[in-house]
């Protein structure tokens, strides 16, 4: 599991990085994983990685918008960064624009935004 | 196909051909450059012996196959297709005359070998008609790539701006191939900015607009924001019309005022150097 989504971290900011596709059981696992880390009192954000993810389904979606909500909740911002344009099309063709989630082209810009955001606080 | 019948063919295949070339000489319609002796002898000679074979077998295919590639290059270079049908035409006519010349008393005879042939050879009409419609769809079809490839174009103008200007009527084909043209654009620029320009798209109903939104939510995804501009007033009220919701779609009424705004959101300020000139005063009136 953790081969297929490491979770890093760089100075406060954690870094997810998802790569493959996932089954629905490792869905599960990875949010279970990003939850108790960001739980951890230093965390300032979270950046999603999805440049080398080649497939979403609903589920995987769903997770994403699931994260984004508990991350809300504990006071993290989440930015989605490197997502492909098939996956986009994909995406936008299921009607799921991922209304209210911050995106971001490259890790770097997420980064970016996320610490623009904790300075705007 | 009878024993006597195909012999007869094969042994009157020299003279067959040298009539046509005899009668295609006389031809206008055949007094082209492309039409000389040589290129002549060969189309009368192998279209022919093909058809002769295509009747033994009972098929058309080999006659489909000679037909339809003189059809394609006739159509890839421009060239009149009517000489095409002259040639089965003569082909007829010299049959014809050679059957009667050998059997000239024996009516029911000269009907039966030429039968056939006659058959034959309306049906290779048919599919030269069928083979010029189908190489003229294949020119269209490559013509409409080539279309779509110059018309959506995405330019980087400044590290992080991109811009799309959209001219010409969008169907749903054309708007996939602006939406992948726009996202990979986006990826390979690693803009975060993109002007869709739309002054000149003469006709917007809710499709387009649909398409729009949807490549707009799409590159959203990616992590650029959209500024739409040159909304023209007819656009305004359609979309108002309709009902459509634009949410939160960042629009603007020109290029200038949506360039202006992508600057802002990039820290850029437009600053004119120095002053006086010729510069300051055609930007004074503007």
Redesign the interface.
């Known amino acids: 599991m953790q081969q297929q989504a490491p979770i890093l971290k760089i100075d406060d900011y954690w870094i997810a990085s998802v790569q493959g596709s996932l089954h629905d059981q490792d869905v599960i696992e990875f949010k279970e994983a990003l939850l108790s880390k960001i739980m951890q009192p230093e965390s300032k954000g979270l950046v999603i990685d999805l440049t080398v993810l080649d497939l979403v389904d609903s589920f995987v979606t769903k997770t994403l918008i699931d994260i984004r909500g508990l991350a809300k909740l504990m006071g993290v911002p989440v930015v989605?960064?490197?997502?492909?344009?098939p996956?986009?099309?994909t995406?936008?063709?299921m009607g799921l624009?991922?209304e209210g989630i911050d995106?971001?082209?490259?890790l770097q810009?997420?980064l970016d935004k996320l610490r623009n955001t904790g300075k705007e606080r | 196909m009878e024993q006597e019948i195909v012999e007869f063919w094969a042994d009157a295949r020299n003279e067959i051909v040298g009539k046509c070339i005899q009668l295609s000489v006389k031809d206008s319609a055949l007094g082209s450059d492309e039409w000389h002796q040589g290129n002549r002898e060969r189309v009368f000679d192998s279209l022919w012996s093909v058809l002769l074979q295509d009747m033994q077998d009972d098929t058309l295919a080999k006659t489909e196959e000679v037909i339809g590639s003189l059809a394609r290059e006739a159509v890839k270079y421009g060239r009149d297709v009517e000489p095409l049908e002259r040639i089965i035409e003569i082909l007829m006519e010299s049959a014809e005359e050679t059957a009667r010349s050998k059997y000239p008393e024996e009516p029911d005879r000269l009907s039966r070998i030429t039968g056939d042939v006659k058959e034959y050879l309306n049906k290779a009409m048919t599919v030269l008609a069928r083979s010029i419609i189908k190489a003229q769809a294949e020119v269209i079809e490559k013509q409409k790539d080539y279309l779509l490839e110059l018309s959506t174009p995405a330019i980087p103008l400044l590290d992080g701006i991109l811009i799309l200007p959209l001219i010409g009527t969008i169907d749903t084909r054309r708007a996939k191939q602006i939406m992948d043209n726009l996202l990979n654009g986006i990826v390979e620029a690693q803009a975060d900015t993109v002007l869709i320009d739309i002054s000149g798209v003469p006709i917007v109903d809710t499709q387009v607009a649909h398409h729009l939104m949807k490549t707009v939510q799409a590159a959203r995804l990616l992590g650029a924001r959209c500024i739409i501009v040159g909304i023209r007033p007819e656009f305004a009220q359609t979309i108002v019309k309709l009902g459509i919701d634009f949410g939160k779609i960042v629009t603007k009424n020109s290029l200038q005022a949506g360039l202006k705004l992508a600057f802002e959101w990039h820290n850029y300020e437009l600053r004119r150097v120095g002053g006086g000139g010729h510069h300051a005063a055609t930007g004074a009136n503007s």
């Open positions: 989605i960064a490197g997502m492909s344009p996956i986009a099309i995406l936008v063709e624009s991922l995106t971001a082209l490259n810009k997420g």
